[in-house]
C-alpha cells in the first residue's frame, strides 16, 4: 500500500475536508465508496489514474487555501501533495523500465506518459 495515500486520508480527516474512507474514496479517489478499505485491505497501491486524479484534487485545495490566510496551517496538504507527485513519478519510471523490459503495454502507460510528459515540459 502506497503510505502517502493514508497520510492523505487522515490528514483530510483530521482537518474536517472528509468524514469516512468511503467518502475519501468517492470525493478524492474519484472511485466507489470502498476503493480505499480494499486498498488498505490488500495493501495494493492505487493505479496512476486514481494518483493522478488525487493529485489534481490536492492541487485545487492548495489553490484555494493559498489565497486565505492561515494558509500555513494548511500548506501540509500541498507538502503531501508534492510527496504524491514524487511517489507517482518514481511509480511510472519503474513502470516504464519494466514495460521497456518486456516489451508490453500495460493499463499505466497512458496516465505515466502523462506525468512524464509534464515533467518534460516543466
Not at 489534481?56 to 494548511?74: D, H, K, P, T
Not at 513502470?95 to 509534464?118: F, P, V
Request: glycine content about 6%.
Amino acid at each position: 500500500m502506497n503510505l502517502i495515500i493514508v497520510q492523505i486520508y487522515q490528514t483530510l480527516l483530521d482537518n474536517g475536508f472528509v468524514k469516512s474512507g468511503n467518502q475519501f474514496s468517492r470525493e478524492w479517489l474519484g472511485r466507489s465508496d470502498r476503493l480505499y478499505s480494499w486498498l488498505l485491505s490488500t495493501g495494493r497501491a492505487p493505479g496512476i489514474d486514481v494518483m493522478l486524479g488525487l493529485y489534481a484534487r490536492l492541487e485545487q485545495l492548495c489553490s484555494r487555501i493559498s489565497m486565505y490566510e492561515n494558509y500555513i496551517y494548511y500548506s501540509n496538504f500541498c507538502d503531501l501533495r508534492n510527496r504524491l507527485w514524487s511517489e507517482l513519478i518514481k511509480t511510472c519510471l519503474n513502470k516504464k523500465a519494466h514495460r521497456k523490459k518486456l516489451s508490453t503495454i500495460d493499463e499505466y502507460s497512458n496516465g505515466c506518459d502523462i506525468a512524464l510528459d509534464h515533467i518534460n515540459n516543466v
